[in-house]
């Protein structure tokens, strides 16, 4: 299958999910339903989260900052590797940024090669500093954050009153979690729009889009607002941006591109081209100070 057709496909079973308000998930060839969370719930679930950190900390539990701090005094962490984490995760956002402004295949081959081993390093930081904060107040809130988010979003009926036998939570979880975030994806928002058949709708309804999926403040589901949300920032972009012809039609693309000012076109270039040139000449890695250059 071509990755244009399963992008489509995708994009039709995203918009699908999101405008009925649910998703099936399947466990052990059993189906169960994942109610999608209301914008209201959301906001509720995270004020309960930072009203469990108060109380943990009130109790005695040490913030992450203080595990940070004390495991910094004992050496099995150090500012530096934070500062690496921080680092790293700006050079991400910039690769991004600049892998968008190269159309040259091969260069953009390049680059994602070196946004992956970023993301792998980052990756490996992460996890040595969360085995740090497992313990902290925010770590014990965040459980009982997706506790909550569980009990209200899955089921094993269509009417949401069921919920799943307790042998099956762990397992669903992971299953539940992943659905989740590829709904909360930019990308597959965007395409889901776009390629799914919602954006044509919403342009004709722009002044009153939440008439588009019958729903109000009260009932919109968090992927609905983000749906909404995203297509007018589309659309918005290509009204009042001039998109290059080659990427028009990648909701993406369209999105992260930058019409550059007037007199900048050559700057922006230049920075490209340096970038390139370094990636050559460093065996295809940057580093940060490479993007303020």
């Known amino acids: ?20 308000g649910f998703s099936i ?3 052990e060839k059993k189906t169960f339903f994942f109610k999608h969370p209301l914008f209201l719930d959301i906001i509720e ?3 309960q989260q930072e009203i ?9 539990i040490s913030s992450s900052e203080e595990l940070i701090e004390s495991a910094i005094k004992n050496g099995s962490w150090s500012i530096e590797q934070d500062d690496k984490l921080k680092s ?5 956002k910039k690769s991004h940024s600049s892998l968008a402004k190269i159309s040259d295949p091969t260069q953009r081959k390049v680059f994602n090669l070196q946004i992956k081993n970023q993301e792998k390093e980052i990756s490996e930081l992460r996890k040595k500093r969360s085995q740090i904060t497992n313990y902290s107040a925010e770590h014990l809130a965040e459980v009982k954050r997706v506790k909550r988010t569980f009990d209200k979003c899955v089921f094993t009926d269509r009417d949401f009153t069921s919920p799943p036998d307790e042998t099956k939570r762990r397992s669903l979880t992971m ?11 930019q990308e597959r928002i965007l395409n889901a729009s776009y390629h799914g058949g919602f954006f044509d709708l919403f342009v004709t309804q722009e002044q009153n889009s939440l008439k588009i999926l019958d729903t109000n403040i009260h009932k919109i589901t968090q992927f609905q607002k983000a ?13 009042n941006t001039s998109i290059p012809e080659e990427i028009y039609g990648d909701p993406v ?6 019409e550059s000012k007037q007199g900048e076109h050559k700057k922006v270039s230049h920075g490209i081209d340096d970038l390139k040139q370094k990636l050559k000449s460093r065996d295809g890695n940057l580093k940060a100070e490479d993007f303020l250059s």
């Open 1 to 20: 299958m071509k990755k244009n057709q399963k992008k489509s496909d995708t994009a039709s079973t995203d918009l699908f999910d999101i405008v009925k």
């Open 88 to 92: 790293l995760e700006w050079m991400i």
């Open 52 to 60: 469990d950190i108060k109380k943990s900390i009130s109790s005695g």
């Open 253 to 258: 693309k369209m999105m992260e591109y930058e």
């Open 25 to 27: 998930l399947s466990l």
């Open 227 to 239: 749906l909404i949300s995203l297509s007018n920032a589309l659309f918005n972009k290509m009204k």
């Open 175 to 185: 299953i539940l979690f992943s659905r989740y975030n590829e709904l909360l994806s």
């Open 45 to 47: 679930v995270e004020a």
